[in-house]
């Protein structure tokens, strides 16, 4: 294992990760739709399990130069649930408008990790780090997908609401 190379990865996820947590916890407080409010909520709780995971890794190679891959589950069944149910609005539609963007924003904050991730794992030759990341590129995908969903039906929800079509 290139020791250097693995913290240098590792340590530039955990900021990543960080910056994640950060994001979502900042947004959920900014965010006017609940089931948004909640995701974020969630989300936050989630980059920091990630977070410590990476932590937990870094502390290994630190000790001992090498690392091995611990499957870890990404703890999400209500945020997958979230993402499926309908949205109450109570009339609010401006919420709509104004979450949106919010929505993209954190789309693409997961797509940028799993990028990051599969990217990183083509990089190294270590197979345990490999798998490593990997996992973490997967956890990222799943979050991903699940804000895209929500992503679609809001936006799907407020262009039926002005009556009109997006111009994408």
């Given at each position: 294992?290139?020791k250097?190379?693995?913290?240098?990865?590792?340590?530039?996820?955990?900021?990543k990760?960080i910056?994640?947590?950060?994001?979502y916890?900042?947004?959920?407080?900014?965010?006017k739709?609940?089931?948004?409010?909640?995701?974020?909520?969630?989300?936050?709780n989630?980059e920091?399990?990630?977070?410590d995971?990476?932590?937990?890794?870094?502390n290994?190679?630190?000790?001992?130069?090498?690392?091995h891959f611990?499957?870890?589950?990404?703890?999400?069944?209500?945020?997958?649930?979230?993402?499926?149910?309908?949205?109450?609005?109570?009339?609010?539609?401006?919420?709509?408008r104004?979450?949106?963007?919010?929505?993209?924003?954190a789309?693409?904050?997961?797509?940028?990790?799993?990028?990051?991730y599969?990217?990183?794992?083509?990089?190294?030759e270590?197979?345990?780090?490999?798998?490593?990341?990997?996992?973490?590129?997967?956890?990222?995908?799943?979050?991903?997908?699940?804000?895209?969903?929500l992503y679609?039906?809001?936006?799907?929800d407020y262009?039926?609401?002005?009556?009109?079509?997006?111009?994408?």
């Open positions: 294992m290139n250097k190379k693995a913290l240098g990865i590792l340590e530039y996820a955990l900021a990760e910056e994640g947590m950060q994001f916890e900042s947004k959920s407080k900014t965010v739709i609940k089931q948004v409010k909640e995701t974020f909520e969630e989300l936050s989630m920091k399990n990630h977070a995971y990476i932590t937990s890794l870094i290994e190679i630190d000790e001992h130069d090498y690392v611990r499957q870890e589950t990404d703890i999400g069944q209500s945020f997958r649930k979230k993402a499926e149910q309908e949205i109450p609005y109570s009339g609010d539609f401006s919420a709509l104004s979450d949106i963007p919010v929505l993209r924003m789309y693409l904050i997961e797509e940028d990790f799993m990028n990051f599969n990217q990183a794992a083509e990089r190294v270590d197979e345990e780090l490999k798998k490593i990341l990997k996992h973490l590129a997967e956890w990222e995908k799943n979050h991903r997908d699940m804000i895209y969903k679609q039906k809001t936006a799907k262009w039926e609401h002005v009556e009109v079509e997006p111009l994408f």
